[in-house]
């Protein structure tokens, strides 16, 4: 089970923040849990699907995309070297292709506004620097449960982002860290940074769906130009991503709209 952080992470702060944007938004911070969506998702199956933003200092069971863990950073001081939490809220896009990626584009633009430190997108939601992972993004989705015929989902938008200096250990490609550009930033100030924004953009993308973020994320596409290898071993040259949120990629047999997030891709070259 959770036990409450004794560390200060700027709840308030915070909640201030967004609940004007999302009524009755709460932030909860943990010292412990298994992972913060897992607990969403649990909290979603037993009805209980109210707006909040769930923090842990240190998660015993990360998950990340297709099934692999999500390991933090240092045990001995995970609130510095790294920051996990997630996001719930009932949402009713009419389209949800593209949710993973307006969410990183509202990541990357918060961490490096003026886009100097390079931080780019690699479809469909991870956040590379100089070709190394500094954040990942894990969106699920539970039925709510107040039924109706406008019923809604319930989101989960898990986020986790390296703060500080990782090791290796284990990953084919090392990650990258916000302390490379940003020394000494705490994970309660950049969470309390990126907390509304992203509240901004989930609410955004609802209304209007993922059309309005294309140009935004093509100015920070890492595959976009390059030739690339899916998990499926389709390879071809990367066109970056339709409007529809698909990535576009040339191949032998034409340009194939790629939409499954069941597919990895890579640059070619590099190891899945
Ligand atoms: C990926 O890169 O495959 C996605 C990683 C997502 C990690 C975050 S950390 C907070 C939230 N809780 C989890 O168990 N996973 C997400």
């Known amino acids: 089970m959770s036990h409450s952080s004794t560390a200060d992470w700027l709840q308030d702060r915070i909640a201030a923040s967004v609940a004007p944007l999302l009524p009755g938004f709460a932030v909860e911070a943990v010292a412990e849990i298994d992972s913060t969506n897992t607990e969403l998702m649990r909290r979603a199956r037993a009805g209980r699907v109210e707006p909040v933003l769930l923090v842990a200092e240190r998660q015993t069971a990360g998950r990340g995309r297709l099934g692999r863990p999500w390991q933090s950073g240092a045990q001995h001081d995970a609130a510095a070297s790294s920051l996990t939490f997630s996001l719930g809220m009932p949402l009713a896009p009419a389209d949800w292709s593209g949710l993973s990626l307006a969410v990183g584009v509202a990541v990357a633009e918060g961490l490096d506004p003026s886009g100097e430190h390079k931080v780019g997108l690699k479809w469909p939601n991870d956040i590379w620097v100089d070709d190394r992972k500094l954040v990942g993004i894990l969106i699920e989705t539970a039925l709510s449960s107040d039924g109706g015929p406008q019923a809604s989902r319930y989101a989960v938008i898990g986020i986790g982002i390296n703060i500080g200096a990782r090791e290796g250990g284990g990953m084919r490609t090392p990650p990258a860290w916000l302390h490379q550009w940003r020394p000494g930033v705490t994970a309660?100030?950049?969470?309390?940074?990126?907390?509304?924004?992203?509240?901004?953009?989930?609410?955004?993308?609802?209304?209007?769906?993922?059309?309005?973020?294309?140009?935004?994320?093509?100015?920070?596409?890492?595959?976009?130009?390059?030739?690339?290898?899916?998990?499926?071993?389709?390879?071809?040259?990367c066109e970056g991503v339709a409007w529809g949120g698909e990535l576009q990629v040339r191949t032998d047999a034409g340009v194939q709209l790629i939409s499954s997030d069941e597919v990895s891709v890579r640059p070619r070259g590099m190891a899945f």
Not at 207 to 212: L, S, Y
């Open 188 to 237: 309660p100030e950049v969470l309390a940074e990126l907390a509304e924004p992203l509240v901004r953009t989930v609410l955004d993308f609802e209304a209007r769906g993922f059309a309005p973020f294309a140009e935004r994320f093509a100015a920070r596409d890492v595959l976009r130009g390059r030739e690339v290898t899916l998990s499926d071993g389709t390879a071809g040259l």
